[in-house]
């Protein structure tokens, strides 16, 4: 079975073609980075607009890679939700309509899902169960995998995603957008140890997140270093090294409580150093497999769509000629499961 897969949901076109027998045979991903720089974020607008511009060429283009005409085709998968509705609109209308002048079945993939399965997609598979780390721009979750579908809701941010922290502080420094990859770029000139954050919710037991007060800290380390210009590097690097700790410490809490031997970290946040670093060395003190996709897969692409499609065209699901893209999509199956380590507030 060999599937289409189409991603729109923020600021990222990604197409790419997967094959059941031979794995990806192509992928290709446009950022709209240099559009949305000027303005220091995403501008939703610009993002739907460039996604159509996109999205034709970059399929002609990834079907030719893959040596794939439209008769080797088995299905369209695309991300249906959760991202920016115009953004997913395009995504979605592109790819029904494709499915429906190519007499293809077509499959809404959930986003997360599409990050939680990337891993998948590299050499040496992660074999289930396991525990994954989503941290992205949108979520930080921790969830136990069991199956494909089948995940339980471990932990997750009260308040501001990890990716979401990383871009906020960042423009409080005074980095462009993307703020995360211009963070960890100059936190690598900093100092450790001059300034200490806080390790939010680490001090009781439970696997929730809170990072919002992180970016307070920075702001009020930057307000005493005054105009001390090395001072913007050290505050970097005391704000990813508390992220990558908080981190650390609740996956170490979550194999614990799972008993899981096999830890799998996912989402933009997946693509920084140091969190690899740091996470591959708790894999080894706890004797647990660590699994990341490579960094490009981290961060929104085609290929984890095409994946997630394909598992779901696999187990017989079909969309209907309908459609819908949904800006906020809880994973259903995701709901927190009685017994596990809830805990609610912040510290
Ligand atoms: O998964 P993703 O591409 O999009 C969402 O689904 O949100 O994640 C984007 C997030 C952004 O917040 C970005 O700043 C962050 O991932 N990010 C990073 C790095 N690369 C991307 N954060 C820290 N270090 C990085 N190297
Ligand atoms: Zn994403």
Redesign the pocket.
């Known amino acids: 079975m060999r599937v289409v897969g189409i991603e729109t ?4 076109t990604g197409v790419a073609v997967y094959d059941g027998e031979r794995g990806l045979l192509a992928h290709a991903i446009h950022s709209q980075v240099e559009l949305h720089a000027r303005f220091g974020g995403v501008v939703p607008e610009l993002a739907s607009r460039d996604h159509i511009r996109r999205l034709a060429p970059l399929l002609a283009q990834v079907l030719e890679e893959a040596g794939t005409g439209r008769g080797d085709l088995d299905g369209v998968a695309y991300t249906a939700g959760p ?1 920016l509705i115009g953004a997913l609109l395009v995504g979605v209308a592109f790819a029904r309509s494709l499915a429906w002048a190519w007499s293809l079945p077509a499959v809404p993939v959930h ?2 899902e599409a ?1 939680l399965l990337a891993p998948m997609l590299e050499p040496d598979p992660p074999a289930f169960p396991f525990v994954a780390l989503l ?5 930080t979750l921790l969830v136990e995998v069991t199956a494909v579908g089948a995940y339980r809701l471990l932990g997750e941010s009260v308040d501001d ?4 922290a ?2 906020k502080t ?1 423009k409080l420094l005074g980095l462009g957008y ?7 770029r100059l936190a690598e000139q900093g100092r450790p140890g001059r300034f200490e954050f806080p390790r939010p919710m680490t001090a009781r037991p439970g696997l929730d997140f809170s990072f919002s007060g992180l970016k307070t800290a920075a702001l009020l380390a930057l307000r005493e270093a005054g105009g001390d210009e090395g001072a913007r590097a050290d505050i970097a690097r005391a704000f ?1 090294d508390a ?1 990558v700790e908080t981190l650390v410490i609740k996956c170490r809490r979550a194999l614990a409580h799972t008993g899981h031997r096999r830890l799998v970290i ?10 690899r670093e740091a996470l591959l060395q708790l894999g080894e003190a706890v004797g647990a497999r660590v699994h990341y996709p490579r ?1 490009e897969l ?4 085609g290929a984890m769509v095409a994946f997630a499609g394909y598992q779901r065209l696999r187990a017989g699901e079909r969309a209907g000629l309908g459609f819908a893209a949904r800006p906020r999509w809880a994973m259903d199956s995701l709901a927190r499961a009685p017994g596990s380590p809830a805990e609610s507030g912040s510290d």
């Open positions: 949901s923020c600021d990222e991202g986003h997360m990050h941290v992205s721009g949108g979520h995603a990890a990716g979401e990383f871009d960042a993307p703020g995360g990859p211009a963070l960890a990813e992220v996912a989402g933009g946040v997946g693509a920084n150093r140091r969190l960094p981290c961060t929104d692409n």
